[in-house]
């Protein structure tokens, strides 16, 4: 009997700020035992949206979810999506999230929609891991299969709603009190130790950490009342909704921390190249493998990024209208509604405060960030630079 393909297990912590992840033991120990991504950018700042780019690898201008209302436009003909490749695979498939369509869901076995404020989430994800037991135990005589859960941790994305539910876009009382904002912020965070550490212990108890691997992260982060105009996620491409993180830790897979800037679309191939699945050439892919020889270095990689707000000051949930480009610690963002530009020295201005884009036309750094923007919006027919 041939040797089975290692088992995959996806949890979103969804909304966990990149710069809050050292607050959970259990996140920092993984830190020293997986392949960790300490500077992921995600395309897109919004669950949805996030999660279809990085289980594509493409950028929404390719595989066509380019907006909130876009979730049912995925396109099949041009990009595939990770499932697919694993039912390709024999793999058994189980989704549990919020809401069934956050990406495209048609190739799961199963998909099982949650309430946040229901649920008892250890419970519910090892509900699912047994069941994966049980279909390998029924098929290990024919044919070994092997399972991938996908899981969504939505108790701190149900913190956000709650928290700024009645409020506007722009409410003083809400933007002007961060300190408050951010310490019920890390109150909503607490609960994933306990997660993680409950989720891991299966895995051993079981012995499926010996073939299973199993990758943590964050799809976005979450608002704290930093710019007014954005009280969760999405409206923006600001960091602290756009820098995200990922752990990946399994049997055979390197425990290394990558430093340079990457971004979540090279979450898929990388993968794939981990589960020794090869990529379909008749297929688009943007991201690229982050897997090199142990002697080599991974080079920082220019992160395109995008996002339509549902609100905000200026809402466009039927086509993103906000375009950016981060890369060597500097930032460059395009308007398309109001067709004006901004432009950030992230190491001097890490909240994002003072706009350079009068005063850099003649910088090299600016030059090279604005012509890399460009090479994206230049495939979208329907954005104007006028």
Known sequence: MHQQKPNLIVVTLDGLRRDKIEQIPAIKKMMDESFFLSNLVTAVPYTIGSLTSMFSGLYPYNHGVN???????????VAKTLVEYLKEQNYYCI???????????????????HKSEETEFKTRIISHIDSGIQKQQENQKTNQQPFFIYFQYSKIHHYSVEHTKGLDDFDKTYFSNQDENFQKYEKSIQGCDKFLNDL????????????????????????????????????????????????????????????????TIDILPTLLEMLQIPKD????????SLLVAENEEIQERPAYLETGGLGGPNPSPKRHNLFALRFKNKKIIFNNTTKTWEYYDLIKDPQETNNLFETMQQDAEFQELRTK???HLKQQADISLE
């Open 67 to 77: 907006a909130y209302f876009n979730i049912f436009k995925f396109d099949y003909t």
């Open 95 to 113: 989704f549990d999230a919020l809401n069934v369509n956050l990406f495209p869901t048609k190739e799961f076995d199963e998909t099982h929609p």
């Open 200 to 263: 891991q212990e299966h895995l051993k108890k079981t012995g499926l950490d010996k073939n299973t691997v199993l990758m943590i992260h964050a799809d976005h982060g979450t608002s704290c009342g930093e710019k007014p105009g954005e009280k969760m996620y999405g409206t923006y491409l600001y960091d602290y909704t756009t820098k995200v993180w990922a752990c990946i830790k399994g049997p055979s897979l390197p425990i290394k921390k990558i430093n340079q800037q990457v971004r």
């Open 281 to 288: 050439s008749s297929k688009k892919m943007q991201g690229q």
């Open 373 to 375: 923007l460009l090479e």
